[in-house]
């Protein structure tokens, strides 16, 4: 079983749509969750990072940590075709002392 | 502007021979990182340095090195033992050694086989 579980999509939605993007985690013993978005041959970007359950919100973009269920979601509200792009979960524990990300969503925001 | 550079963009390689991938930061990070990203996969962790003329074999060292002899510049060799070297390369940089604080990448080099 991978450490990180995280659907690789295509997720192809309309423009204004509400889009939830999701990992699943194996290890309690995760304490940092971060989500990055990645345009095609470009690098990772960071979107949010958080350290404690429930949800923080910047923007358009809300991310949701449910650590009793090992699960992280980030949302995006009113998506725009500005939104396509690869969206990458990433999560850390001093036990691994490294990150360990997800293979990636990939989103499609058609006008 | 503060970031992370890498160049080449593009890279070619042909049997036997070695490569080498630069990696420039100027965010003052103590911490840097070498990634491979594959298709369909994550990012897999190759190197990673948290100080200067120190650095750490990451998941998949075989067939890589690097060296640290700068804070701001952490370059990865390919080498010829590293067989299916095909693959879009990051370099990333954290402030933080422990690696609880974000990395910051850089836009990448893809190095095919000629």
């Known amino acids: 079983q991978k450490e990180v579980e995280q659907d690789p999509g295509p997720l192809s939605v309309p423009e204004g749509a509400i889009v939830s993007l999701n990992c699943t985690y194996s290890n309690s013993a995760f304490q940092y969750f971060m989500w990055y978005r990645q345009y095609s041959r470009k690098g990772p970007e960071l979107l949010m990072y958080?350290?404690?359950?429930g949800n923080k919100e910047d923007g358009r973009f809300t991310a949701q940590v449910d650590k009793s269920s090992k699960y992280i979601s980030l949302f995006i509200r009113d998506s725009q075709p500005s939104d396509s792009a690869t969206y990458l979960c990433a999560l850390f524990s001093g036990g691994y002392n490294k990150l360990i990300f997800g293979a990636g969503t990939r989103l499609a925001v058609h006008p | 502007d503060g970031g992370i550079t890498q160049s080449p963009k593009y890279l070619f390689r042909k049997e036997g021979q070695n490569v080498t991938l630069s990696c420039e930061q100027n965010l003052n990070h103590d911490a840097m990182y070498w990634y491979r990203q594959d298709p369909g996969q994550g990012l897999r962790l190759i190197y990673y340095?948290?100080?200067?003329?120190?650095?750490q074999k990451g998941d998949i060292a075989e067939g890589y090195s690097v060296s640290r002899e700068k804070k701001e510049s952490f370059p990865l060799t390919v080498t010829s033992a590293q067989k299916n070297p095909t693959a879009f390369y990051l370099c990333?940089?954290?402030?933080?050694?422990?690696?609880?604080?974000?990395?910051?990448f850089g836009d990448g080099t893809r190095l095919s086989i000629l």
């Open positions: 340095s948290q100080i200067v003329n120190d650095f």
């Open positions: 990333a940089s954290s402030i933080d050694r422990q690696g609880e604080q974000p990395q910051h």
């Open positions: 958080t350290y404690s359950s």
